[in-house]
């Protein structure tokens, strides 16, 4: 199993600002989602119908409940809430994304960020 280092706690914002922050720059990302690490990439930032902070990620790497298909799989798209995310931090390494990040996506309804061609 993977090991991260564990950030202190960080409060909503921070998570927003980290994420935001990410897709600017195309950076991926480590986060514990779920008691589960994950390494993601995040394309959308928004908020969900109920107001809530929730972005749709790539996941690449770390663990899943229902598994990680192969680099590249459209099955890899995780809509995560912001709030449920724990140790979020911006990470090394080479952009990930499947190619129907163009499909329309129901996750986030408004949109604040958002990964350009």
């Avoid at 995310?85 to 960020?113: D, E, F, K, M």
Wanted: charged letters at 20%.
């Amino acid at each position: 199993m993977a090991t991260l280092p564990i950030s202190p706690f960080q409060t909503l914002n921070e998570k927003f600002a980290i994420v935001k922050n990410a897709i600017s720059e195309r950076k991926p990302v480590s986060a514990i989602y779920d008691g589960r690490i994950r390494l993601l990439c995040p394309h959308v930032l928004g908020e969900n119908k109920e107001g809530k902070y929730q972005a749709l990620f790539y996941q690449f790497g770390g663990e899943s409940s229902r598994g990680i298909e192969p680099d590249g799989s459209p099955a890899n798209w995780r809509c995560l809430a912001l709030e449920k995310l724990c140790s979020i931090a911006v990470i090394a390494g080479g952009w990930h994304t499947a190619p129907n990040h163009s499909r329309p996506q129901t996750c986030v309804r408004i949109i604040y960020c958002e990964v350009t061609r």
